[in-house]
């Protein structure tokens, strides 16, 4: 079997979708047979010298003119990647995101990866016309996929709900952190990462965004609340905050820094700016709490890095994370910051109740892995080419 991988991604291992594509082709490499093949097709901007080299797996450019418009640019892509592909003689097709150009008939299968169905739910993702006509032209291609793959049963359900597919063919398979978050890290390296950030002693931790449904809004609230009722530790985001003028009127992002001052809190808060994937298991392993108030996840990565490295989570009890953090004593409600404060000041308050979650995370976050991924995504090729 020759399996292609669409690979727009691929170079983009700082995004969600490219850690997606990286894990899972290297993981595949290890599975298929000698009579199996990879080839991974990446559009001409990739770097073909920071290219990982992998059994079984060869990388094709797809040839297309660099525009401006990102939109128009992937539209090219796509476009090239279909004849392409054919050309190469793949059986199969993986695109690891709800790819737009396979609304006709192909020679070879297409399995799609959607990971959610944010910008159905909420339009302000939509953005510009010609991304929502990108838009409006993917989810008129994707019951043309002969199998779609989700994250999570709640995914699995919204996209029956938003684009009518049909459940049977949407396959759950759930996704894992990198392995760089499972690693051991020494005290000389913990102590670098933390004089380097200049991080305090003892933080509360959140990463993820600050586009409006990441509601940290509500994390910042709930802090302030428990500032006045003695929680000292400081409050550490994560990213940086510096949205255009356009994103704030649009509502996309939510202003914290003036929320943060509205709060009196700016001063007992530090924005830490990008943060390498090779410094953050230190980062969340340093913080004595990691909270994640999303309102909306198709999976939610963040909060399965934190246990991974150990650290005490609370999280959300909406959408998709449920199925990461089943435990309903981790979970709150996302609209109430008062909850929120209180459950952060009963875990801050007692050392033994931290160190049995982490130990309880750490056991939770095993049974996710890129090995169990890959064999439930190879078994899933197999069945769809038979």
């Given at each position: 079997m020759h399996i292609g991988i669409n690979g727009w991604f691929y170079s983009k291992p700082y995004t969600g979708i490219g850690q997606y594509t990286v894990n899972l082709v290297a993981e595949l490499s290890t599975l298929i047979t000698e009579k199996d093949s990879i080839t991974v097709f990446l559009d001409s901007n990739n770097s073909a010298t920071n290219l990982p080299l992998l059994p079984n797996v060869e990388y094709c450019v797809v040839k297309k003119k660099n525009r401006a418009n990102d939109v128009v640019d992937v539209l090219e892509f796509e476009f090239?990647?279909?004849?392409?592909?054919?050309?190469?003689?793949?059986?199969?097709?993986?695109?690891?995101?709800?790819?737009?150009?396979?609304?006709?008939?192909?020679?070879?299968?297409?399995?799609?990866?959607?990971?959610?169905?944010?910008?159905?739910?909420?339009?302000?993702?939509?953005?510009?016309?010609?991304?929502?006509?990108?838009?409006?032209?993917?989810?008129?291609?994707?019951?043309?996929?002969?199998?779609?793959?989700?994250?999570?049963?709640?995914?699995?359900s919204d996209i029956h709900k938003y684009l009518g597919t049909d459940r049977s063919r949407v396959k759950v398979i759930h996704i894992a952190s990198d392995r760089v978050f499972e690693k051991d890290i020494d005290k000389s390296k913990l102590d670098k990462i933390k004089?380097?950030?200049?991080?305090?002693?003892?933080?509360?931790?959140?990463?993820?965004?600050?586009d409006f449904r990441k509601n940290v809004k509500v994390l910042l609230e709930a802090y302030a609340e428990s500032r006045k009722n003695g929680v000292k530790e400081l409050l550490v985001l994560g990213g940086s905050f510096n949205p255009s003028m356009k994103q704030l009127n649009r509502g996309l992002v939510e202003n914290i820094t003036q929320i943060a001052m509205d709060l009196n809190i700016q001063d007992v808060i530090r924005i830490l700016g990008p943060i390498p994937q090779e410094d953050l298991p230190s980062i969340y392993r340093l913080a004595r709490l990691f909270v994640?108030?999303?309102?909306?996840?198709?999976?939610?990565?963040?909060?399965?890095?934190?246990?991974?490295?150990?650290?005490?989570?609370?999280?959300?009890?909406?959408?998709?994370?449920?199925?990461?953090?089943?435990?309903?004593?981790?979970?709150?409600?996302?609209?109430?910051?008062?909850?929120?404060?209180?459950?952060?000041?009963?875990?801050?308050?007692?050392?033994?109740?931290?160190?049995?979650?982490?130990?309880?995370?750490?056991?939770?976050?095993?049974?996710?892995?890129?090995?169990?991924?890959?064999?439930?995504?190879?078994a899933l090729y197999k069945s769809v080419c038979t």
């Amino acid at each position: 079997m020759h399996i292609g991988i669409n690979g727009w991604f691929y170079s983009k291992p700082y995004t969600g979708i490219g850690q997606y594509t990286v894990n899972l082709v290297a993981e595949l490499s290890t599975l298929i047979t000698e009579k199996d093949s990879i080839t991974v097709f990446l559009d001409s901007n990739n770097s073909a010298t920071n290219l990982p080299l992998l059994p079984n797996v060869e990388y094709c450019v797809v040839k297309k003119k660099n525009r401006a418009n990102d939109v128009v640019d992937v539209l090219e892509f796509e476009f090239e990647l279909k004849k392409k592909a054919a050309e190469l003689h793949v059986n199969l097709l993986h695109s690891p995101y709800l790819c737009s150009t396979f609304l006709h008939g192909n020679s070879f299968k297409h399995i799609v990866t959607i990971h959610d169905v944010i910008p159905m739910i909420y339009t302000k993702y939509r953005g510009s016309c010609l991304r929502r006509i990108h838009m409006w032209y993917s989810e008129l291609c994707i019951n043309k996929a002969d199998f779609i793959i989700t994250d999570s049963v709640y995914s699995q359900s919204d996209i029956h709900k938003y684009l009518g597919t049909d459940r049977s063919r949407v396959k759950v398979i759930h996704i894992a952190s990198d392995r760089v978050f499972e690693k051991d890290i020494d005290k000389s390296k913990l102590d670098k990462i933390k004089h380097q950030y200049a991080l305090p002693d003892e933080y509360i931790f959140y990463i993820g965004g600050f586009d409006f449904r990441k509601n940290v809004k509500v994390l910042l609230e709930a802090y302030a609340e428990s500032r006045k009722n003695g929680v000292k530790e400081l409050l550490v985001l994560g990213g940086s905050f510096n949205p255009s003028m356009k994103q704030l009127n649009r509502g996309l992002v939510e202003n914290i820094t003036q929320i943060a001052m509205d709060l009196n809190i700016q001063d007992v808060i530090r924005i830490l700016g990008p943060i390498p994937q090779e410094d953050l298991p230190s980062i969340y392993r340093l913080a004595r709490l990691f909270v994640y108030p999303s309102l909306y996840e198709g999976f939610g990565l963040p909060p399965l890095e934190a246990m991974s490295c150990g650290t005490p989570v609370l999280a959300s009890n909406c959408s998709s994370i449920p199925e990461i953090i089943d435990r309903d004593d981790l979970l709150f409600d996302p609209h109430d910051a008062k909850k929120l404060s209180n459950k952060m000041r009963w875990l801050l308050a007692d050392d033994e109740l931290r160190r049995s979650i982490s130990a309880w995370g750490l056991k939770k976050a095993n049974t996710f892995s890129w090995p169990s991924t890959a064999k439930q995504t190879f078994a899933l090729y197999k069945s769809v080419c038979t």
